[in-house]
């Protein structure tokens, strides 16, 4: 089974949106510090958007997530954060309003080998998945990660207030993306 291409029947993007009930549901600890739900404004109607991504890297002192667009430019997530960089994000159960920002390409680059570099599986099969192959060569994903339109690029997610140290319930719950 391959995702070279974006869903496109009722059917795929319903499994695609399924990951999102599970935060709608209150249950995003299930999901672990590995996913994160990102809320986002549609760049044509104005109205919340939603999509779980895979985080990829994260600095806990800033806490910054990095995010791939796994189909680089027509990811509908990432043409919307271009446009308009306000964002909500939760991972588990802690929620922060933030600002999405496209990687210039070599941090892209550098953060996608990382990626590469931690989990070599999920790397390997993100790429073969993608239709990208399945051999994760520095090469290649300096070429995917400099790519913002048909590669793998990163985003980074800022939450606008840093996390306090020993905060275990993260800022208090945000239910729209602030315009």
């Given at each position: 089974m391959t995702f070279?291409?974006?869903?496109?029947?009722?059917?795929?993007?319903?499994?695609?949106?399924a990951p999102i009930w599970i935060y709608r549901l209150g249950l995003g600890s299930l999901l672990?510090?590995?996913?994160v739900l990102l809320t986002h404004r549609g760049r044509n109607s104005g109205e919340a958007r939603q999509a779980v991504l895979e985080v990829v890297g994260r600095n806990?002192?800033?806490?910054?997530?990095?995010?791939?667009?796994g189909y680089g430019g027509r990811s509908q997530w990432f043409r919307n954060i271009r446009r308009e960089p306000k964002v909500l994000f939760q991972t588990g159960r802690h929620r922060h309003r933030?600002?999405?920002?496209?990687?210039?390409?070599?941090?892209?680059?550098?953060?996608?080998?990382?990626?590469?570099?931690?989990?070599?599986?999920?790397?390997?099969?993100?790429?073969?998945?993608?239709?990208?192959g399945d051999d994760p060569s520095s090469r290649l994903l300096e070429e995917l990660g400099a790519d913002p339109e048909n590669g793998i690029p990163?985003?980074?997610l800022s939450p606008s207030v840093p996390?306090?140290?020993?905060?275990?319930?993260?800022?208090?719950?945000v239910d729209v993306v602030p315009r």
């Open positions: 070279s291409r974006p869903p496109d029947t009722p059917l795929e993007r319903a499994l695609y949106r672990g510090r590995r996913f806990d002192a800033t806490g910054a997530i990095l995010v791939a667009s933030g600002t999405a920002e496209l990687l210039p390409p070599e941090e892209s680059s550098a953060a996608l080998a990382h990626y590469a570099r931690r989990h070599p599986g999920s790397a390997r099969g993100l790429l073969r998945a993608l239709g990208h990163i985003v980074r996390p306090r140290p020993n905060d275990l319930l993260g800022e208090a719950p």
